[in-house]
């Protein structure tokens, strides 16, 4: 269980990294937290010729905010995100995700560009960052763009990014006063990839909801955004909310796929279950937000 | 944590009295573990430690298909990379027929497959080693794997029991089918009399899922071949350093002196490390060729896919009862997967035969068994290898009760042998219970749970909340410490040091079961000496001969050796001691290395030291005519097997929406005999018990139609945490045994035990709502499956 032969190169800028990206094209790949690429490497799953370590560049790191956003740095670490108490009021539905990411140990090296840029569909970030709308920053020699969540997962493993780019961070919206998060999964033990999971996102203005967000993971092979259920809920009363109807609704977006885990239909059955929860846990965050 | 502790009388009142001569201070305590302060900081010493001067590294080329034919095996391109020193293949073996089968197992037949070390012609499981590449590094050896081409004509493979038994296709074409293994004792006309007419008839078929041994150390081994000594070096993680040192010198075709096995600390090995594996019988073939130290290291996708398997076993059992609802006859059919490549026998059917009627006083049984070989990972050992006879039988007994409407924990009361019964000759007249106590355990975990409470609360919380809350137990008796064979014999040398010092050599390979402990107590109490004086040396082939560590062996049976070894020494103590304090021998006594006249406490006293310094450097002082030194080895045989009973008992409840079972409580009421050191019986029946609910919940090594691993990482092989499991509460009966020092074995319990009690209680659940199930796993899938067949 040896990796294949690799070039190591430590750059210590954005610039340099990306310069080695564009050099070395599809035959580089970055390396950041290496908690899934070391794995996979090490089962010769996969194969780089060259290895660009992100670990050295300072500039990746970090938690900012930015014109209604929180804009976390790429190289960040689960941890530091999981720690920092200005998350769990600028962006709950993070906080409420961070300790479900696999063992403290895990958090503590991997990172948050590190799990999105990978986008297994079973991880809880992705389905963070689809469910807040979040924008993904990506940088090339020839600049940074901005790609919404909604166009940056486009398969399992597969991203907007593209060859000689880098994600450089990811910018969390952060949603007004009447809104309620909740984050919930189901897992065979504590720390595995999630037979399914659910984030749930509502802001209610009166009493009525006005904003609503709901993302499965390990639903399908990107992370599954539940639009009828969302549209739904528009206008509906936040006190009176029928989260188990709302789940059904909402678990019809999905299109999992079984596994020697759960069948495709126990999967669904699990997901209406942690929807309800979900639902019903943001409901009332909301209406303790009012 | 709720505790008992409960003595029985002792059957055997004519035993020499325990530690006579000697204050009683060690045995029956809860010593700290002498491996600890190295194991818990991570410095203990495996063999991926050792590094030799000149070491290369070897890597085994494996098939990724189940079955086919090698049409092109080219090696050249590997050879040809820089670092390779070697490819080998089957052709390029020296290897002399018979050499890799247990020693143990030759003396019962043989082989029971074919002793492919590398393919010949065609592969045979996913895993089936076809080359091994020797390289400066085990980064090269494994690009080089890659660059040997390799042609597989792939064939249909047999991947489960079923399809192997029609023998359409055949795993071993030099075999012609594909049962091996088989044992029919047939059900005479009373026994075929009592299944048909009697008052309650009931069968069911249970499977068992695959389950593999999974020890935290993988498999390895480091070789060292020095051509001038003609002897051959071997570091090795294994359970039987003499064993291995036949083995490799048989594979050889050296003396046996001509080999040394070592080892310094085994992570594990629950039965994969008891008998010559493939992949070391191949390194230690080629040690010879290569030249220079040679290491191969299993890694973790090896060890799942390749190393052994084990549990795979289905059974359909018939129990007939009386209108008394006593259970008076039982019949079982025992179909066992053996895999491809099977080592230290194909089976364990026909134990689980004999041992159906377990703890109860079932008077007619007959059983049928064979094992298939198939295209999968072949069959090993696995703490508690017949096993199935527990899942058979304590299955079966709430199976039954269920359908004929009696509560459980009354219908085994009814059956279960009492104290009174013993000595009880099992039903085919091959065994003979003693000494155990499965009666007193039962009531003692039927207690310790509360179990009418349990009934009250489960009844409430279904009809008020529709929660599914369930008890299961199981109870079993457990024959450790076998008196055949190499396996009835153990050896222990006791020296003293110049500076009173203890030593003892002994022939184990402990692989986490606390012996440089448990033996240096037994020690230290028939010494007189304090156990921090006693050094245990053992995982070596330099050692008295043994039959390994493995079986639950090494509490009855070695320390039956070390006892006797150490008395013979302390007879001698007190001769030297008597001579130089002028006294007589059996007027003396010691007690922390202090000698003295029995009732004297101001007298003169003189140290071991000042005994053994005599005995070794002032040997003037000895008596006259005496040999110097202060050493004696002695040799235990086994006579009998002992009978470790315990009951389990544990509480669940079914999340209906997740299929998640969480545990409440889990208890073993657990008779091992007398108990060396509580702390680690304790810890080797809880270590057993998560294995066992781990068969159950966790670990399922699955394989699609093709004969494809699914399973091969802990991702997705799925090994209980400390978060998944519960505190395990230990209640204790000690039952002496009829061996010198009382005790039992108990190792395997745990995972005897644990299968069936967990497999009951959610079963027990389930049936709150009319759902009935068979098999294991049970994870949340398949219950989910369950739960959407309730009405």
């Given at each position: 269980?040896?990796?294949?032969?690799?070039?190591?190169?430590?750059p210590?800028?954005?610039?340099?990294?990306?310069?080695?990206?564009?050099?070395?094209?599809?035959?580089?790949?970055?390396?950041?937290?290496?908690?899934?690429?070391?794995?996979?490497?090490?089962?010769?799953?996969?194969?780089?010729?060259?290895l660009?370590?992100?670990?050295?560049?300072?500039?990746?790191?970090?938690?900012?905010?930015?014109?209604?956003?929180?804009?976390?740095?790429?190289?960040?670490?689960?941890?530091?995100?999981?720690?920092?108490?200005?998350?769990?009021?600028?962006?709950?539905?993070?906080?409420?995700?961070?300790?479900?990411?696999?063992?403290?140990?895990?958090?503590?090296?991997?990172?948050?560009?590190?799990?999105?840029?990978?986008?297994?569909?079973a991880?809880?970030?992705?389905?963070?960052?689809?469910?807040?709308?979040?924008?993904?920053?990506?940088?090339?020699?020839?600049?940074?763009?901005?790609?919404?969540?909604?166009?940056?997962?486009?398969?399992?493993?597969?991203?907007?990014?593209?060859?000689?780019?880098?994600?450089?961070?990811?910018?969390?919206?952060?949603?007004?006063?009447?809104?309620?998060?909740?984050?919930?999964?189901?897992?065979?033990?504590?720390?595995?990839?999630?037979?399914a999971?659910?984030?749930?996102?509502?802001?209610?203005?009166?009493?009525?909801?006005?904003?609503?967000?709901?993302?499965?993971?390990?639903?399908?092979?990107?992370p599954?955004?539940?639009?009828?259920?969302?549209?739904?809920?528009?206008?509906?009363?936040?006190?009176?909310?029928?989260?188990?109807?709302v789940?059904?609704?909402?678990?019809?977006?999905?299109?999992?796929?079984?596994?020697?885990?759960?069948?495709?239909?126990?999967?669904?059955?699990?997901?209406?279950?942690?929807?309800?929860?979900?639902?019903?846990?943001?409901?009332?965050?909301?209406?303790?937000?009012? | 944590?709720?505790?008992?502790?409960?003595?029985?009388?002792?059957?055997?009142?004519?035993?020499?009295p325990?530690?006579?001569?000697?204050a009683?201070?060690?045995?029956?305590?809860?010593?700290?573990?002498?491996?600890d302060?190295?194991?818990?900081?991570?410095?203990?010493?495996?063999?991926?430690?050792?590094?030799?001067?000149?070491?290369?590294?070897?890597?085994?080329?494996?098939?990724?298909?189940a079955?086919?034919?090698?049409?092109?095996?080219?090696?050249?391109?590997?050879?040809?990379?820089?670092?390779?020193?070697?490819?080998?293949?089957h052709?390029?073996?020296?290897?002399?027929?018979?050499?890799?089968?247990?020693?143990?197992?030759?003396a019962?037949?043989?082989?029971?497959?074919p002793?492919?070390?590398?393919?010949?012609?065609?592969?045979?499981?996913?895993?089936?080693?076809?080359?091994?590449?020797?390289?400066?590094?085990?980064?090269?050896?494994?690009?080089?794997?890659?660059?040997?081409?390799?042609?597989?004509?792939?064939?249909?493979?047999?991947?489960?029991?079923?399809?192997?038994?029609?023998?359409?296709?055949?795993?071993?074409?030099?075999?012609?089918?594909?049962?091996?293994?088989?044992?029919?004792i047939?059900?005479?006309?009373?026994?075929?009399?009592?299944?048909?007419?009697?008052a309650?008839?009931?069968?069911?078929?249970?499977?068992?899922?695959?389950?593999?041994?999974?020890?935290?150390?993988?498999?390895?081994?480091?070789?060292?071949?020095?051509?001038?000594?003609?002897?051959?070096?071997?570091?090795?993680?294994?359970?039987?350093?003499?064993?291995?040192?036949?083995?490799?010198?048989?594979?050889?075709?050296?003396?046996?002196?001509?080999?040394?096995?070592?080892?310094?600390?085994?992570?594990?090995?629950?039965g994969?490390?008891?008998?010559?594996?493939?992949?070391?019988?191949?390194?230690?073939?080629?040690?010879?060729?290569v030249?220079?130290?040679?290491?191969?290291?299993?890694?973790?996708?090896?060890?799942?896919?390749?190393?052994?398997?084990?549990?795979?076993d289905?059974?359909?059992?018939?129990?007939?009862?009386?209108?008394?609802?006593?259970?008076?006859?039982?019949?079982?059919d025992?179909?066992?997967?053996?895999?491809?490549?099977?080592?230290?026998?194909a089976?364990?059917?026909?134990m689980?035969?004999?041992?159906?009627?377990g703890?109860?006083?079932?008077?007619?049984?007959?059983?049928k068994?064979?094992?298939?070989?198939?295209?999968?990972?072949?069959?090993?050992?696995?703490?508690?290898?017949?096993?199935?006879?527990?899942?058979?039988?304590?299955?079966?007994?709430?199976?039954?009760?269920?359908?004929?409407?009696?509560?459980?924990v009354?219908?085994?009361?009814r059956?279960?042998?009492?104290?009174?019964?013993?000595?009880?000759?099992?039903?085919?007249?091959?065994?003979?219970?003693?000494?155990?106590?499965?009666?007193?355990?039962?009531?003692?975990?039927?207690?310790?749970?509360?179990?009418?409470?349990?009934?009250?609360?489960?009844?409430?919380?279904?009809e008020?909340?529709?929660?599914?809350?369930?008890?299961?137990?199981?109870?079993?008796?457990?024959?450790?410490?076998?008196n055949?064979?190499?396996?009835?014999?153990?050896?222990?040398?006791?020296?003293?040091?110049?500076?009173?010092?203890?030593?003892?050599?002994?022939?184990?390979g402990?692989?986490?079961?606390?012996?440089?402990?448990?033996m240096?107590?037994?020690?230290?109490?028939?010494?007189?000496?304090?156990v921090?004086?006693?050094?245990?040396?053992?995982?070596?082939?330099?050692?008295?001969?043994g039959?390994?560590?493995?079986?639950?062996r090494?509490?009855?049976?070695?320390?039956?050796?070390?006892?006797?070894?150490?008395i013979?020494?302390?007879?001698?103590v007190?001769?030297?001691?008597?001579?130089?304090?002028?006294?007589?021998?059996?007027?003396?006594?010691?007690?922390?290395?202090?000698?003295?006249?029995?009732?004297?406490?101001?007298?003169?006293?003189?140290?071991?030291?000042?005994?053994?310094?005599?005995?070794?450097?002032?040997?003037?002082?000895?008596?006259?005519?005496?040999?110097?030194?202060?050493?004696?080895?002695?040799?235990?045989?086994?006579?009998?097997?002992?009978?470790?009973?315990?009951?389990?008992?544990?509480?669940?409840?079914?999340?209906?929406?997740?299929?998640?079972?969480?545990?409440?409580?889990?208890?073993?009421?657990?008779?091992?005999?007398?108990?060396?050191?509580?702390?680690?019986?304790?810890?080797?029946?809880?270590?057993?018990?998560?294995?066992?609910?781990?068969?159950?919940?966790?670990?399922?090594?699955?394989?699609?139609?093709?004969?494809?691993?699914?399973?091969?990482?802990?991702m997705?092989y799925?090994?209980?945490?400390?978060?998944?499991?519960?505190?395990?509460?230990?209640?204790?009966?000690?039952?002496?045994?009829?061996?010198?020092?009382?005790?039992?074995?108990?190792?395997?319990?745990?995972?005897?035990?644990?299968?069936?009690?967990v497999?009951?209680?959610?079963?027990?659940?389930?049936?709150?709502?009319?759902?009935?199930?068979?098999?294991?796993?049970?994870?949340?899938?398949?219950?989910?499956?369950?739960?959407?067949?309730?009405?």
């Amino acid at each position: 269980m040896k990796p294949a032969p690799f070039e190591y190169h430590a750059p210590e800028t954005i610039a340099d990294a990306v310069g080695l990206l564009a050099q070395h094209g599809d035959d580089a790949k970055p390396l950041a937290g290496g908690q899934s690429l070391v794995p996979l490497l090490s089962l010769r799953l996969t194969r780089f010729d060259h290895l660009v370590d992100l670990n050295k560049i300072g500039a990746l790191s970090g938690i900012s905010r930015d014109n209604g956003h929180v804009v976390i740095g790429a190289m960040t670490r689960h941890r530091a995100v999981e720690l920092d108490p200005s998350i769990a009021t600028s962006v709950p539905m993070l906080a409420a995700a961070m300790p479900w990411i696999g063992h403290f140990q895990i958090r503590n090296r991997g990172t948050i560009g590190g799990s999105i840029a990978h986008a297994d569909p079973a991880a809880e970030l992705p389905a963070v960052a689809a469910a807040l709308d979040a924008e993904l920053e990506i940088t090339s020699k020839s600049g940074v763009r901005r790609v919404a969540a909604a166009d940056f997962f486009q398969g399992t493993f597969m991203t907007a990014i593209d060859t000689g780019e880098l994600l450089t961070a990811a910018r969390f919206p952060v949603w007004g006063k009447g809104s309620g998060f909740a984050f919930t999964e189901f897992a065979r033990r504590s720390g595995d990839f999630a037979i399914a999971g659910v984030g749930v996102g509502l802001e209610a203005t009166g009493g009525k909801i006005t904003r609503a967000a709901i993302a499965f993971m390990g639903m399908g092979p990107v992370p599954v955004r539940a639009t009828d259920a969302e549209k739904a809920l528009l206008g509906v009363s936040i006190a009176s909310l029928d989260a188990a109807a709302v789940a059904r609704v909402a678990v019809g977006a999905t299109d999992p796929t079984g596994d020697v885990h759960a069948s495709a239909a126990n999967r669904t059955k699990i997901a209406t279950h942690l929807a309800e929860q979900a639902l019903t846990r943001a409901a009332s965050n909301a209406a303790a937000n009012a | 944590m709720a505790q008992a502790h409960v003595p029985m009388a002792d059957k055997h009142r004519d035993r020499a009295p325990l530690f006579e001569g000697t204050a009683a201070r060690f045995v029956g305590q809860k010593v700290l573990r002498k491996e600890d302060p190295r194991l818990v900081t991570g410095h203990g010493q495996y063999v991926d430690d050792i590094v030799l001067p000149g070491m290369v590294h070897a890597a085994f080329l494996r098939s990724n298909v189940a079955k086919g034919r090698i049409t092109k095996l080219d090696t050249s391109p590997a050879l040809a990379l820089d670092g390779v020193i070697a490819v080998y293949t089957h052709a390029d073996l020296r290897y002399v027929p018979g050499t890799i089968v247990a020693t143990m197992m030759q003396a019962m037949g043989g082989a029971a497959c074919p002793e492919n070390l590398l393919a010949t012609d065609d592969v045979r499981f996913v895993g089936d080693c076809i080359a091994v590449v020797v390289a400066e590094s085990r980064y090269i050896a494994e690009d080089a794997l890659e660059l040997i081409d390799l042609v597989v004509v792939a064939e249909t493979p047999v991947v489960n029991l079923e399809e192997a038994l029609t023998d359409t296709h055949i795993v071993h074409k030099e075999l012609g089918t594909n049962i091996t293994g088989t044992i029919d004792i047939p059900r005479d006309p009373h026994i075929e009399g009592l299944l048909t007419e009697s008052a309650h008839v009931v069968t069911a078929t249970f499977n068992q899922a695959r389950q593999t041994n999974s020890p935290m150390e993988t498999r390895g081994i480091v070789a060292s071949w020095d051509r001038f000594r003609g002897e051959l070096q071997l570091h090795m993680s294994n359970q039987n350093p003499h064993e291995m040192r036949r083995r490799a010198a048989d594979l050889l075709a050296v003396d046996e002196s001509k080999v040394h096995v070592a080892q310094q600390d085994v992570g594990g090995g629950f039965g994969q490390k008891m008998f010559m594996p493939r992949e070391e019988a191949v390194i230690v073939l080629l040690s010879r060729e290569v030249g220079r130290p040679l290491k191969w290291i299993e890694d973790r996708r090896e060890n799942l896919m390749a190393s052994n398997h084990a549990r795979r076993d289905r059974a359909t059992v018939t129990f007939a009862l009386d209108a008394d609802k006593k259970i008076v006859a039982g019949y079982v059919d025992i179909n066992e997967d053996a895999g491809a490549y099977p080592f230290g026998g194909a089976g364990a059917g026909a134990m689980a035969g004999m041992l159906l009627q377990g703890p109860y006083k079932l008077q007619r049984t007959a059983f049928k068994s064979y094992a298939v070989f198939t295209n999968t990972c072949g069959r090993a050992a696995y703490r508690g290898p017949w096993q199935f006879e527990s899942v058979i039988r304590e299955q079966m007994v709430e199976h039954v009760a269920r359908r004929i409407g009696i509560d459980p924990v009354e219908l085994r009361r009814r059956n279960v042998i009492q104290w009174e019964d013993l000595p009880w000759t099992t039903p085919m007249q091959v065994m003979v219970y003693d000494n155990m106590s499965p009666a007193e355990t039962l009531d003692q975990a039927v207690e310790m749970i509360g179990y009418e409470a349990f009934r009250a609360e489960q009844k409430r919380a279904f009809e008020e909340e529709g929660r599914l809350l369930g008890i299961g137990f199981s109870l079993y008796i457990e024959p450790s410490a076998q008196n055949m064979g190499a396996l009835a014999t153990e050896g222990a040398t006791v020296q003293i040091s110049g500076t009173g010092k203890v030593d003892v050599f002994m022939g184990t390979g402990s692989h986490g079961q606390s012996i440089e402990t448990t033996m240096a107590q037994i020690v230290a109490e028939e010494l007189g000496v304090h156990v921090d004086d006693v050094e245990v040396h053992q995982g070596d082939s330099n050692t008295p001969f043994g039959g390994g560590t493995g079986g639950s062996r090494t509490a009855s049976i070695v320390s039956g050796a070390g006892r006797a070894a150490a008395i013979q020494v302390r007879q001698k103590v007190f001769q030297i001691a008597a001579h130089l304090l002028e006294a007589n021998p059996d007027d003396l006594e010691i007690d922390s290395s202090v000698i003295s006249v029995k009732g004297t406490p101001a007298g003169k006293t003189v140290t071991l030291a000042q005994v053994s310094h005599t005995a070794l450097y002032a040997t003037e002082g000895l008596p006259p005519g005496m040999e110097t030194g202060l050493e004696a080895t002695a040799r235990h045989r086994q006579e009998a097997v002992t009978w470790s009973n315990a009951c389990h008992v544990c509480t669940v409840e079914i999340n209906r929406n997740t299929g998640a079972v969480s545990f409440a409580r889990y208890i073993v009421s657990e008779d091992c005999g007398l108990m060396i050191n509580p702390m680690v019986v304790e810890g080797q029946v809880a270590g057993g018990v998560v294995q066992g609910i781990a068969g159950v919940l966790y670990e399922d090594f699955r394989y699609d139609a093709d004969g494809n691993p699914l399973t091969t990482t802990f991702m997705d092989y799925l090994l209980p945490t400390a978060a998944e499991v519960p505190i395990i509460e230990h209640g204790h009966i000690e039952t002496p045994s009829n061996t010198p020092g009382g005790y039992k074995g108990m190792g395997e319990g745990g995972a005897i035990g644990a299968p069936p009690c967990v497999f009951n209680a959610v079963a027990d659940a389930l049936w709150l709502l009319g759902v009935e199930v068979f098999d294991h796993p049970l994870g949340p899938n398949e219950i989910l499956d369950a739960l959407a067949t309730a009405g």
